[in-house]
Structures are given as structure tokens and as C-alpha cells.
């Protein structure tokens, strides 16, 4: 080969790297761009419509200007609380056996697999799912079928998660507890859960703060609700169900209140995440050698 | 008041690995016996046999008889009982992280589900006297958590919390072998004190360690016990070559 | 015979006072109390195996989330699968009042998932394309690139991306991206690119598959970000060195050293990626149209699967709509399971035993 060629050659490879480097920029730039404009947008439009009648009105007829989505708001922590309360126990004793008695076998493989995979399903399948099991023999919507949807996603989750915090907590610990002569069941229970528990608690955070903001499960199931409602056998109304109905209709009003509404679903979002963020950065097992 | 261990053709194994050949040996009460030999001898998995902690492996069988006392452990009992009568102190201090230096003395009894608040205070009291941490640490029973004392101290802690359970019989499992040489020490002097209410049986690599606490020492080799006699008799004039080869430090 | 040489121990064990708590060992009064009582304990046989079968059955809860789900599925699409068959997937009708294609025929019962097919491929596919090259070049950055102090914050940002949930993003595409495009963008794709037949000038609402590819791409970005990046810094630096001593610029030492080492499990994170935009339902909803037709201009409107499902579930007209319906779901349930399963299993292999693990 002549000088020239590897010199160009040389060159070309020089000239590719930096073309590459300058890609990567423009990518990260181009990630972050939406990112941050969707944030000061929200801000934007939706600070100016948070006032105290947002949290404790309901929404106005159309026409009249004001009113809230205080009944979203409660109607999603009604969600939320029913769905926790079935999904959390399930989600984390089926991670207690995943890592405290199936660990390795063949059984808590298959568990797992299918966990990851269940994660990947359309929430809207759920809410089918949550239709057809509950809406459907009962024939009419309602706020448990809502909350049951949201616990069928909630499960495969918490159970992942708490798996995975439980195999971070050290061998010995847990032979420590059973050198003593404790049983097994109080072993697990109240020394490894317990050492784990910040973790597991950021885990049931993180799917506490997926499952808010799901719209679709909710559209066949709970259905929504203009007024206040805390039956759990009639149509409950939901944030993010809200925000979609308003944001889709052709009244300013609405509008703006979807705006207020997601940045009220944001900051909570946001402020799970960061919390999860920093307890996970601290370390999950302070103390713990 | 400790008892004697009777141990009767034992063998162990850890999936197809038979770490335990046939071993034989009494251990008597109120006495310390030591257990020396090579890394990997089978010494730790001997111990674990002991308290029938060998067993949580799932890959791990045993065979062959184990008298505490006047209980044969494999058949006589399950293993939490077991284990509630023989205690067990492991190499690296494992104090639980959660709790304050006071649940860790009394996690043995709290967990079983003994409540009463002041037999415990005495006890953890009383645990931890014996154990030489009581005036470390008085001040701080409940404020300062298990693991945030120094490593020697979370040493004793551990076997405080051994204690607390009155255990007929001490495993330890080279107690003192991630611990500095003061630490170790003061160890040692307290299962030279130990001896006197419990029966010991200490694993360690420190052969000037087994020659000072212990009457009674056992050789292991390649998963065989190879001698077990008086400490004196084993460090002056070993019956068996191999036994006098590990001693003079030739091997190990 | 050799001299036996024994190093000199101590033989009498010392008696020295640890620190002044005195000799004697304290004689426990209460004793036999704490003994009894462990003693009465029993063994916790009963405890510990009811314990272990009821973490059993929360285990075993996930098998039957996805047999339930399936079940209902099934057991609910029947009308229309007996009554189309496979052909209710690929079918088209003529409209008894105009003469033309249709699809979606609720009066007459009358139902052809094909739009929804073809839009949710269309619309995940445009995503895949827009998105891959960016959350590469973003895992790229951040692994090889980014300095160190910039790493934690950007990564944290590619997080809340992920967080956002889908009807913000709908919220914010309907008002701030669709406007955009509609007045900015579109008008630049018809004039420079309408020769392709892909951008016709046929949609003054800005809606359509363009628009709900960009939404998904953003929505589907920090999945396959995030992935790569795992991926990536799995990697053993060995390799990385290998190739720079050879005198490789960064950018082959990326190319050779490490995308080449990690490129199974950046396709199992693009598939990954590609199975969450098949199924992702509000935003896509808000900005594709929601019209049951086949279009070649992206600038059309269209549908997606989970978008009709979405849209008319609540108010089908009759139980043979209710059935298509939930025969769509069905098919959008086994399509992901198949796809999330073979990215799954392409990340285990690659966290298993992987090719880079020579040193």
C-alpha cells in the first residue's frame, strides 16, 4: 500500500470517528429535546389552571368555565388502593418464592420468563381481561373491575422486583437467622424481607406509579364518572382517563383542565422515580456487609 | 452445664463430592475441642453437620448419627430444634443489619416468640457480660444498629446473641479469622471462660490458637479424620505422619 | 530420622482477665426458663410448610394471570371466529353505497381486522425506524463518550421518558407535535418526497401514521436506550483494549470491540422495543386517526389495533362487533407474548454465556 492511500485512508478514518462523535451528540440532543419540551409544556400550559378548585371541585357542565378533577384524583387513589391491596401481597410473596424457595428450579425459571413476558403485554388486553371476568357477569362497569385490571400489571412487577432485592440480601444473614433455631418461615420473614424492605418498597413504588397512569385498562372497566363516586359497583372516575376524555373534546375548558391534570400525573410520577432513584443510590442494604 | 457430642460414621456429601469420610469421634462436655487441617479438609462441613446446617444446601445428604446429650439429632428432632440447642458462631461476624445491638441479642428468643420485656433485658444483659462487650455497648442498646460496631465487637455480638439462647453446645467456625490480633484475643480468652458452661467446638487454621483453648484437638484430611487426642499429645508426639507432616507445617 | 521439629506453642492455656470483667463466666439464673420454654416450642414443621405453599400459589398467581387472560380471550372471540375465520384477518368488503373498500362494517357485522394490522405495522415500524438509529447513538454517548458527570443526570432524564405515561404523551402530540407537523414538517415530506406515493397531501388534520410513528418512536426510545446500554457495559473492557491496541480510532473500537460483542442483545432490545409499540394504545389513539382504512401515504389517517379496541369497546353495536373486537385483542395478546418472549430470550442468552467472555 503507498503512502498516499494510508494516508487517506488514515484520514478517512479520522474523519469517520468524528462524524460518529458529532452523531451521537445530535442523538443525545435529539432524546433530550422532546424530553425537556413536553416538561416545560406541560408547565406551561398547565400551571396557570392548578388552583384549590382543581383539587377539590368536580368538573362543571359544559359551558361553565372552573370546576376541578377532584374526583379524578379520587377516584384514581380508589383505583390505586384496590389494585395495590390485591396486586402488592401476590406480587411479593411471589417474589419471596422466586428467591427464598424456588431458587434454581425449573418451576421458579418458568415464573420468572413468564413474569418478564407478562410485563410486555398491552395494558389494554388487561382491561379486556378485567371486562370479560367481571363487567361482563355483572353487566355493568365498575370500579373494582378497574382496579383488578390494574392489579393483573401490578403483579408480574412487584414480584420481579422483590425477587430481585431479596437475592441482594446476603447469605449469611439468612444463615444467621437459621443458626439460631428460627423457622424458616420467621427467617425470611422478619430478617430477610425486612432487611430488603426499602427495596421492595421502591419496588412496589415504581409499579404503584406505572399502573397511575395507565389509561387503557380503565376505559372498558371503570369507564369514568362525572361526579364524585366511591362505590366500588359503579363506573369511578380516573385521572388519566379524564385527562384522555378532555384532551379528545372540543372545549378550551377541558383542555385546559387535561393540562392541569397531567402535570399533577407527572409530578407524582416524577417524584416516585426520583425517590426510587435515590433510595437505590444509597444502597438498599445500608448496614449490610 | 454442656454435654457430650457422639459422632458415629458420618459421611457428607454436597451433590457427588463426599466431603465427609466416615468419621468417628467424642467430644466431651464443658471441654473445648478444636479441629485443625488444610483448606478444604471438610472441617466447617463437619461443624455444619453438627447443627444440622449442612442440610440447607439442597444439594447436601448426610449419613450416620449425631448425639448431642442424649439426642440423636438426625432422628430424634428437626432441625430447628436442633439448632436452638446448639449454637453457632460463623467466620465473618453477621450481626443482622436491621436491628439495634439489643434485638440482635435477643433475635433468638424474640423470634421464637419469647416476650417478656424484662427477662429479656436481663438476659441481654447477662449475653453480653459474657460475651466482654457489656461495657462497650451499654449505653447504646437500642440506639446503635448491630453493624456499626468495629468488627471484633460485631464478633462477640454475634456470640452474645449465640448466648442468648443457652445453647447446650458453641460452634464456632473460626471465630476470629477476619478479626485483628487484639480482637482475637480477647476472643480467645473468652472461650477459655466459655468452657466452663457450654461445650466448644472451634474450627481454626491457628494451631497456636486450638494448642491454647482447647483440651481436646482433631486432624482433618482430605474429608477424614485422621487423629483426635489430647491437644498436648497431637502438637508433642502425633501417632500419625500426616498428623506430624501438617504440625511442623510441611503441608497446609 | 529426622528431627521432629514442633514450633513452640503455648500448651498451658493462659488465664488473663479480658479488660476487667473478671473470671468467672456469670451462672444465667433463669436458665432452664429460657431453655424450657425453647424447648416447648415445638418445630414449626406445620408453620413453615403452610408458609412456603402460600408463597407457592403467589408464584404460581402469574400462570394463571396468563391463563385467565387467554381463557376470556378465547372464550369471548368465538361469534367471529367461527363466523370469518382465518379470512377475518385479511378480508376486505365493498361498501353497499359507494362501491369502495371497506373493512369495518358495525351495522352490517360485517368486520376485517386489516386496517389495524396494517396500521399497526406501519406505525411500529416507522417507530423502529426513527428511534433505533437515536437511542443507539444516545446508548452510544453514553457509554463510550459522555463525561462522567453528565452520565448520572442524562440517564436519569432517559428514566422519566420511560415514566411519562401514555396519555400525556397523547396529550402534548395532539396540541404540540401533530400542529408541528401539519405546518412544518409534512409540507417539506409532500414536496420533497410525494413522488414516493408515501406522502400525499390528502390530510389537513396533521393526524395519521406519521404522527403516531414520531409519538412511539419517542415513547419506544429509552426501552431500547436503556437496553443498549446495559448491553454495552457488559462488554469486559478487554475488549475494548484489545482493538484500541491495535491502533483503532474510537469509533472502531466501538464498532468492533463492542457493538459487535453486544449486537445480540441490542436486537433483543429493538425487539423489545418493536413489542412495546405494537401494543401501545392511548397516545397512538389520540393522533392516528382512528379511521378503519388502508392508506400508502403516511400523512393518511389510519388505525391501529389497540386503537379500535380502545375506541369502541365501550360502545360496541351488538355482540358480533364486541366479539372482532376482542378477537383483535387476541391476536394483539399472542402477537406480543411471541415477540416479548423471543427478546427475552435473546437477553438471557446474551446474559448467560456470551461470546465475550474470552479474555
Known amino acids: 500500500m503507498s503512502v498516499e492511500t494510508t494516508k487517506f485512508r488514515s484520514r478517512v478514518r479520522t474523519l469517520t470517528d468524528g462524524a460518529v462523535t458529532g452523531l451521537s451528540i445530535l442523538a443525545t440532543l435529539l432524546v433530550v429535546a422532546p424530553l425537556i419540551a413536553i416538561f416545560t409544556y406541560l408547565i406551561y400550559k398547565g400551571a396557570s389552571s392548578l388552583n384549590l378548585a382543581f383539587f377539590t371541585q368536580i368538573p362543571k357542565p359544559v359551558g361553565e368555565s372552573g370546576g376541578g378533577m377532584a374526583n379524578a384524583i379520587l377516584g384514581s387513589g380508589i383505583l390505586l388502593g384496590i389494585a395495590s391491596v390485591i396486586g402488592v401481597p401476590i406480587g411479593i410473596g411471589g417474589g419471596i418464592y422466586l428467591a427464598e424457595f424456588g431458587r434454581g428450579t425449573k418451576l421458579a425459571n418458568a415464573v420468572r420468563f413468564t413474569a418478564d413476558v407478562l410485563n410486555g403485554v398491552p395494558s389494554i388486553v388487561m382491561g379486556l381481561a378485567a371486562y370479560a371476568l367481571i363487567v361482563n357477569p355483572q353487566k355493568h362497569f365498575s370500579a373494582l373491575s378497574g382496579g383488578v385490571a390494574l392489579a393483573i400489571m401490578m403483579i408480574p412487577t412487584v414480584c420481579r422486583t422483590t425477587e430481585e432485592m431479596l437475592l441482594m440480601v446476603p447469605h449469611v444473614v439468612r444463615e444467621a437467622a437459621l443458626g439460631l433455631g428460627v423457622p424458616n418461615w420467621r427467617s425470611v420473614l422478619s430478617i430477610t424481607v425486612k432487611t430488603a424492605s426499602p427495596g421492595i418498597i421502591t419496588g412496589c413504588m415504581l409499579a404503584f406509579a406505572r399502573v397511575a397512569g395507565e389509561t387503557a385498562p380503565l376505559i372498558f372497566t371503570a369507564l369514568g364518572n362525572q361526579f364524585w363516586s366511591v362505590s366500588l359497583n359503579q363506573p369511578i372516575a380516573a385521572l388519566p382517563l379524564q385527562i384522555y376524555v378532555y384532551a379528545l373534546s372540543p372545549y378550551d375548558d377541558w383542555h385546559r383542565l387535561a393540562w392541569a391534570g397531567s402535570l399533577v400525573l407527572i409530578i407524582l ?6 425517590l426510587v ?10 448496614g449490610a456487609s | 452445664m454442656g454435654v457430650g457430642i457422639e459422632v458415629t460414621n458420618l459421611n457428607a456429601w454436597y451433590g457427588t463430592n463426599h466431603s465427609l469420610q466416615d468419621i468417628n469421634l467424642n467430644m466431651p462436655g464443658n471441654h473445648a475441642t478444636a ?5 478444604g479438609c471438610g472441617k466447617s462441613t463437619f461443624v455444619r453437620c453438627l447443627n444440622r446446617m449442612h442440610e440447607t444446601n439442597p444439594i447436601a445428604r448426610v449419613t450416620g448419627s449425631v448425639r448431642i446429650g442424649d439426642l440423636d439429632i438426625y432422628n430424634d428432632c428437626k432441625p430447628v430444634e436442633v439448632r436452638r440447642r446448639v449454637g453457632m458462631v460463623f467466620q465473618r461476624p453477621n450481626p443482622f443489619p436491621t436491628m439495634s445491638i439489643y434485638d440482635n441479642v435477643a433475635a433468638g428468643l424474640k423470634l421464637n416468640g419469647y416476650n417478656n420485656r424484662r427477662e429479656l433485658d436481663e438476659i441481654v444483659e447477662r449475653s453480653l457480660k459474657n460475651s466482654a462487650l457489656w461495657d462497650e455497648v451499654k449505653d447504646d442498646l437500642k440506639k446503635k444498629s448491630g453493624a456499626s460496631l468495629s468488627g471484633g465487637q460485631q464478633q462477640r455480638l454475634c456470640i452474645a446473641r449465640a448466648l442468648a439462647v443457652d445453647p447446650e453446645v458453641l460452634l464456632m467456625d473460626e471465630p476470629a479469622s477476619a478479626l485483628d490480633p487484639v480482637s482475637t484475643s480477647k476472643i480467645e480468652d473468652l472461650i477459655f471462660q466459655l468452657k466452663s458452661q457450654y461445650t466448644i467446638v472451634i474450627v481454626t487454621h491457628n494451631m497456636q490458637q486450638a494448642a491454647r483453648v482447647a483440651e481436646k484437638t482433631g486432624f482433618f484430611l482430605n474429608g477424614r479424620m485422621v487423629e483426635f487426642d489430647s491437644t498436648h499429645k497431637i502438637f508433642t508426639n502425633p501417632s500419625d505422619k500426616r498428623t506430624e507432616d501438617y504440625i511442623t507445617g510441611r503441608f497446609g | 530420622m529426622p528431627e521432629i521439629r514442633i514450633p513452640q506453642v503455648q500448651l498451658q492455656p493462659e488465664l488473663s482477665t479480658p479488660d476487667g470483667q473478671g473470671l468467672a463466666v456469670e451462672a444465667p439464673h433463669e436458665v ?6 425453647l424447648l416447648s416450642r415445638g418445630n414449626s414443621a406445620i408453620a413453615d410448610r403452610g408458609f412456603s405453599w402460600l408463597m407457592l400459589l403467589c408464584a404460581l398467581s402469574i400462570f394463571v394471570i396468563v391463563a385467565m387472560i387467554a381463557t376470556e380471550l378465547v372464550v369471548n372471540s368465538q361469534l367471529s371466529w367461527h363466523k370469518f375465520g382465518l379470512r377475518f384477518f385479511y378480508q376486505a368488503f365493498t361498501d353497499p353505497d359507494t362501491g369502495l373498500k371497506m373493512y369495518w362494517d358495525p351495522v352490517n357485522a360485517r368486520f376485517s381486522a386489516l386496517p389495524f394490522i396494517y396500521g399497526t405495522l406501519v406505525s411500529s415500524f416507522l417507530a423502529l425506524l426513527i428511534s433505533v438509529p437515536l437511542a443507539v447513538g444516545l446508548a452510544i454517548f453514553l457509554t463510550e463518550m459522555c463525561p462522567r458527570a453528565l452520565r448520572s443526570p442524562l440517564a436519569f432524564l432517559t428514566e422519566l421518558l420511560a415514566a411519562i405515561p401514555s396519555v400525556i404523551y397523547g396529550l402534548w402530540a395532539v396540541f404540540v407535535l401533530v400542529p408541528i407537523l401539519r405546518e412544518h414538517v409534512n409540507p417539506l415530506l409532500i414536496h420533497g418526497l410525494g413522488w414516493t406515493g408515501f406522502f400525499n397531501d390528502n390530510n389537513p388534520t396533521g393526524l395519521g401514521y406519521l404522527s403516531a410513528g414520531v409519538i412511539l418512536a419517542i415513547m419506544i426510545l429509552p426501552i431500547i436506550s436503556s437496553l443498549t446500554r446495559e448491553v454495552m457495559t457488559a462488554v469486559p473492557h478487554s ?6 491496541a491495535l491502533g483503532a480510532t474510537r469509533w472502531e473500537m466501538i464498532r ?20 412495546r409499540a405494537l401494543g401501545e394504545t392511548m397516545a397512538v389513539a389520540m393522533v392516528i386517526g382512528a379511521t378503519p382504512e388502508i392508506h400508502r401515504s403516511l400523512l393518511a389517517n389510519g388505525s391501529s389495533m389497540a386503537t379500535v379496541i380502545a375506541n369502541e369497546y365501550a360502545e360496541a353495536v351488538g355482540d358480533m362487533h364486541l366479539s372482532a373486537l376482542t378477537e383483535i385483542g387476541l391476536a394483539l395478546f399472542v402477537v406480543t ?5 423471543l427478546a427475552q430470550l435473546l437477553m438471557w442468552v446474551v446474559t448467560r454465556g456470551t461470546p465475550s467472555q474470552t479474555h
Open chain 1, 277 to 286: 432513584r435515590f433510595v437505590t443510590s444509597r444502597g438498599v442494604l445500608k
Open chain 1, 269 to 274: 410520577i416524577v417524584a416516585a422515580v426520583s
Open chain 3, 337 to 341: 407474548i411471541i415477540v416479548n418472549a
Open chain 3, 256 to 275: 468492533m470491540g463492542v457493538l459487535r460483542n453486544a449486537r445480540i442483545g441490542i436486537v433483543g432490545a429493538i425487539i423489545l422495543g418493536l413489542g
Open chain 2, 35 to 39: 479441629l485443625i487441617g488444610p483448606s
Open chain 3, 239 to 244: 475488549q475494548r483494549e484489545a482493538v484500541l
Open chain 3, 32 to 37: 432452664s426458663a429460657v431453655r424450657e420454654f
